[in-house]
């Protein structure tokens, strides 16, 4: 590992209020200490206390260049366990961009995408999911993934993967023990009792890879496809959710003729909506590849969003759809309820089911859908999203590890219901516990973490 001190600009290039270069290593407050003066002209940066923060001006030579803020923190008791110090400057990108390269003058490197955060795991400050859980917060889009970010770096996950490594790594120790020394340690009625532990640890991890896909779904959005044939409301729903008109709304049918994206936040959750041309036997070239994109899409959809004008009969195009879409997750909207119904709730359920979610709604008039937060919720969070103690796994990195553990001690499982000698248990049990270690960082070597990291922003 690198151990030079490093600098970086921690906030966004962009013309604000305030802009800040953070410094991290050995020489971090030397090289400060060198550029910076207090109010009284004085150099006296080395001589303050840790966790204090300064008025002063940074300075080229004998010129001044900002009014600054600068705080020190020294080693241990830092983010990266090393001397810390961040400059507060005035946020125009000359002045912060002047300031960096004033900073590298003095013996300072550019640090590289993530290095900060890279020290702190490497010096054993935050294990490697707390690491993901402060990048996976950055570019939280919603507020379950915040919270499920910060839930992870605080620990949550970390205390759940050690306490599956110390019950497994105890089972290893003692099956080794007792195959060294049989006379003292006997395993006789020991594969009933592992296969309990195994049990409970096999349920524990299958719990965390269901979570997997909802947790996804949740940290990056729900994929969500409105479809429906042309003219029944679709581009008019679009609208009204994003709040303005992204969608052109006209009564000739036909008038998408591409798919139309857009992303919403509400109640937590983040929609990725994709508005899509409506669905009918066309003669149309440019048409007939919208229809063909529309499918596409539907095929690749985490909700589907059906609607339907309840007041003219349904169709053959609507069959054609329905048979594309019963088997998913669907909400049907029967929209134009406002008018001569010809299409009822009971009809919409004895084409899909009695559970299906159907919502009766006036697009202009904007009536009903109101529910349709509290339907998402209920179809993906089981009404609400616990903060407190649940643990999704949102990382594909973190599901893969888990995966490769929970199939490990299925092995395990496998092994003791075939009366296989112990020391086979020993071998599985060793494979779990090694990739459960991956999701902590104890099992990982340099090329993963600088991959991980690599996918940092540059001063974090």
């Known amino acids: 590992m690198k151990t030079d001190t490093i600098a970086a600009i921690s906030t966004a290039m962009t013309n604000s209020g305030i802009g800040i270069i953070r410094v991290s290593g050995e020489d971090a407050i030397s090289i400060v200490h060198s550029v910076f003066v207090n109010k009284w002209n004085h150099r006296c940066l080395d001589s303050y206390k840790s966790h204090t923060i300064h008025y002063g001006y940074i300075v080229d030579g004998d010129n001044p260049v900002d009014e600054v803020m600068v705080s020190v923190m020294k080693a241990p008791h830092s983010y990266t366990t090393e001397d810390v110090v961040e400059i507060n400057c005035h946020g125009g990108i000359y002045i912060v961009q002047k300031i960096m390269d004033i900073v590298m003058r003095a013996g300072a490197r550019i640090a590289e995408p993530g290095e900060f955060t890279k020290r702190a795991f490497l010096n054993g400050r935050i294990d490697l999911s707390k690491a993901e859980a402060v990048m996976d917060m950055i570019s939280s889009k919603n507020e379950f993934a915040l919270q499920s970010s910060i839930r992870q770096l605080k620990g949550s996950l970390f205390e759940l ?30 594969p009933e009792k592992l296969k309990e532990k195994t049990e409970v640890l096999c349920d524990s991890l299958k719990k965390l890879l ?211 000698p112990e020391d086979f248990y020993s071998i599985d049990l060793m494979s779990a516990y090694a990739s459960l270690g991956m999701i902590i960082g104890e099992e990982v070597g340099e090329d993963l973490v600088n991959e991980i990291f690599s996918r940092f922003c540059m001063g974090k």
């Open 161 to 190: 993967i050690k306490n599956m490594r110390e019950e497994i790594i105890y089972e290893i120790a003692f099956i080794e023990s007792a195959l060294d020394d049989p006379e003292h340690i006997s395993l006789e009625d020991y």
């Open 210 to 420: 269901d979570s997997a896909h909802d947790g996804k779904l949740l940290k990056e959005g729900i994929k969500t496809v409105i479809v429906g044939k042309p003219n029944v409301g679709k581009s008019s729903f679009l609208n009204i959710l994003v709040g303005e008109d992204k969608a052109i709304v006209t009564e000739v049918a036909g008038t998408t003729r591409d798919i139309l994206e857009e992303t919403i936040s509400f109640g937590g959750i983040t929609l990725n909506m994709i508005d899509t041309a409506g669905i009918r036997n066309t003669d149309d070239i440019v048409e007939k590849i919208g229809v063909e994109k529309t499918k596409k899409a539907l095929e690749e959809a985490d909700l589907i969003i059906y609607i339907v004008d309840s007041s003219v009969p349904m169709d053959k195009n609507d069959d054609d759809i329905i048979q594309m879409i019963k088997e998913r997750k669907v909400i049907v909207f029967l929209n134009k309820s406002d008018l001569n119904v010809c299409i009822t709730e009971e009809d919409i359920r004895n084409y899909f089911s009695e559970e299906i979610k159907v919502i009766k709604t006036s697009m202009i008039k904007e009536v009903g859908i109101d529910s349709f937060t509290e339907i998402i919720k209920e179809m993906f969070l089981h009404g609400s999203i616990s903060y407190n103690d649940e643990v999704y796994i949102t990382n594909m990195r973190h599901k893969e590890a888990i995966k490769d553990a929970y199939e490990s001690m299925l092995q395990v499982k496998k092994s003791i219901e075939n009366y296989m």
